[in-house]
Structures are given as structure tokens and as C-alpha cells.
């Protein structure tokens, strides 16, 4: 029989032969193959307990999320005294109807003429039935050139039975509110008393984004030219292959990209390989590749690797380490806000530098402290960048809300089926996202921008922000 070694029972479902034979080979090889059994099983718990630590909150079950006390938090609504808010009244009212009683409702007495009456004003959607609306087309020859014309008809796309509206209410349904299909046909069906079927609302939409993409190309124009940009990432699925929607945001526009790379190929592709303007990211290597005018990097991400390392290393050295990078964070958020003078404002700034130099430039015993000490040195230039300019924030919080409505759209929609279904996505989901932070009514503008392509063969200009009446 072939001898055995220790390194043939590394496993955790020993037979009793196997454990038998493994008693036979000695005292020091069974300590052997027991502690190394113990020390990869206490490795795959760190790692199932990191897994389970860096999960989004959305992803983790309800039934494993602790109870939070909520004796602590502030009382919701409005303070005591605060005057309320009520539905403004309509500046014009419909319809008046007159209720009144012709007997007691209680012992059924006949009642007289009212002493008073009130006034309450209610708003209602009553239902909705569609307008059918037969276009009797004409056509005429032009005795000059021989050439055949018709008028346009500007309600509708070439060929389409649905109007501009349903075209533009349901792309934004879906693309902007993240509805889905079902729901959306569901709602035209019941309420609003349309018949379509799903192949035919994925057609028009496909149509429009054909004539939207022109718009599309605008918005990642302006993207490449803002002065702040802040940009992320999140998975996508197309054609059941693993894809990547990128989202670049500014305060006044948002452009989605879906690639198939998550690497500096699509950074490239969309952005070139120079930035003017101050990129916001987070830690992720690929955005290095792009040589910007100013970099920030998200302190927010930093302090939750920080919390993550926390909850498993307890050693003092990392438990030192944290505390003064926490408050070399701190005092540079309190530097953000000062007022002091611009001396005194200059030497606190250098002193902030200095001190994150000096902290990280030191070699230690603890692998944590040795890694967070690399990263910070490495993404230097980027730490700090929010202090020297006014219109940089800290956190990479703006794309990752504006992200967030893609990621509750891939939960419902779960995939594009199509490259082209994926174009379709992100130009829609573009534009709506846009006008929406443009202060715009996306179905009303893209409406209006329907008609004027389908009488003059072009799209009108990309709305601007839109001022506010104040």
C-alpha cells in the first residue's frame, strides 16, 4: 500500500479510515494536518464575514439586517409650531356641484333651508379614453419637377399608430422611472384604456432613441467638457454576457455608457485619454489611466475600508494607525470650513500634508497598516484637492446617486437583450436623466422636440438649465 503523507488529509471530511491511517503516521504529523485544517477554516470565516461586511445593505436579506433603536432618533415631521402645508387651491376650478339634505339622515325629519355651507375643492384624474384621430394625408405633384409631396404629419412617426405622447410617456415610464413592461402596458390597458402590445412599445422606443442620439452625443460632449465630473461604475448584463454601465455626472447633466470592459478601453473610448477638468472616482485603478487636469478621490470609500479592516483586526498597531488618519481626516473636513486667514489657512493646509506624509511613510508590522499605507501614498495628489477647490466635494456621493437609478433598473429589467437594446438604454436613460436635472418635464420636452424633428428633418437644440422663476 502506498504510504500516505500529511498533506493527503487536508481536508474537513475525514473517513475513519482515513483518520485511522492518519493516527498511524505520528503525533507531530496529526498536530500537523489538525492545525493547518483549523487555520484555512478560520480563513474562509474571515472571508465569508468580509463578504458579508462589504455587501450592499439592499442585497442582504431583511430577515438578517439587526433591528435598529429608534428611541434616539429624531421625531419625524415637522417641529411643534411650524406652520403646516397644505395642496395649493387650483387657480381655476371645472366644475361646481351643490350637495344638500332634503331630510334628517338621523330620525328623518324634512329639514329646512341651510344655515351655512362650506367650500372643499378636490382634484381628480377622470377617465381617461384615447383620441382616435384619422389623418387624411394629400398629395400633390409639382408640375415644375415632376416630384411628388404629401404635408407631415407631425403627431406621430413615420408609420407609427401611437402618437408622440405614448411614444414619450411610456419611453419615460420605463427609462426614467424604471418601470417595466408589464406594468406599463397594465397601466395603459386599465386606466388609460389603450391596447399595445410589448414588441410594439420596444420598437418605438428603439425608433426614438434613433432620433434622441444626437442629443446623447451632446450630453457626453458636455460631459467631457465640465469643469467637475464625477464617475462610476456598476455591472450590467447583456444578451446574458457581463457588461459594464459607466455613469458620468455633473450637477446639470448625466451620460450612461454601457461597455463591455470595466478597464481603461471604455474610460478611453468615452473620454480620450485627457480630462480639462477635476475627476471625482473612487479607488478603482482603471481612472488613472486618464490624464486629468485634477483628481479626487472618494474619502467615503477610505472610510469604509477603514470600518471593514476595523471590525476584524484588533491589534494596536492598526487601532493606532486609524485613530490618526481618522483625525488627520477630520481636521482637514473642519479646513474645508474655516474662515481663517489665507496665512493661516496655508500653513494648517501644509500641516494637514505633512502629518499624512509622515503617517504613511512609516513601515509597520501590521499587513493592514502596511496596505492602507500604500494606497494612501499612491492616490496622494487626490486626497486633498476638495480644500484648494470650491466646487469639488469629498465623496463620490453624486454619481452614486445618479448610478442608483440604473442599478433599481437592472433589479426589474434584469438585462438588454441586444447590443442595440443596450444603445437603446443608454441614450434614453441619458436623455431623461438630463432634462430632469435641467429642471425640465422630460415627456413635455421630448414631445415638443418630436415635432419639430418631424416637421423640420432636425432635432432641436439640447434644452439648457432651465432658470428657476425666482
Known sequence: MRKSSPETFIKANLTRVEAERLYDLGREATIWVILEITSRWGRSQDSDAMSEISTPSGQIPVYKKPNIDNRRRKKPGAKFGHPGTRREIPPTIDEEKVHSLDECPSCGEALGAAFEQRERIVEDIPEVKPI???HIIKRYRCKSCGRTHEAIVAEALSGAAVGNNVVALTAWMHYGLGTTLSQIIAVLNSHLSFKISEGGLVDIWRRLSKILDEWYG?????????AVLHADETGWRVNGKTYWLWCFSSKNLTCYFINRSRGSPALLEFMGETF????ITDFWPAYNRIACEGRQYCLAHMFRELDRVDERNKSGEWKTFRKKLMRIFADAMRLKKSDAADDAWESRYARVLDRLNILCGKTSRD???NRLSARVRKYSDGMFTFLIEENVDHTNNHAEREIRPAVIMRKVIQQNRSDRG??????????FRTLKLRGHDPMKTVVSALSDYLITGTL???PVVKLSDG
Open 132 to 134: 382616435i384621430t384619422k
Open 218 to 226: 451632446q450630453i457626453a460632449l458636455e460631459a467631457r467638457s465640465e
Open 276 to 279: 480639462s477638468g477635476t475627476l
Open 367 to 369: 499587513a493592514d497598516v
Open 422 to 431: 443596450a444603445h437603446t438604454q443608454e441614450v434614453l436613460m441619458s436623455v
Open 460 to 462: 432641436p437644440p439640447l
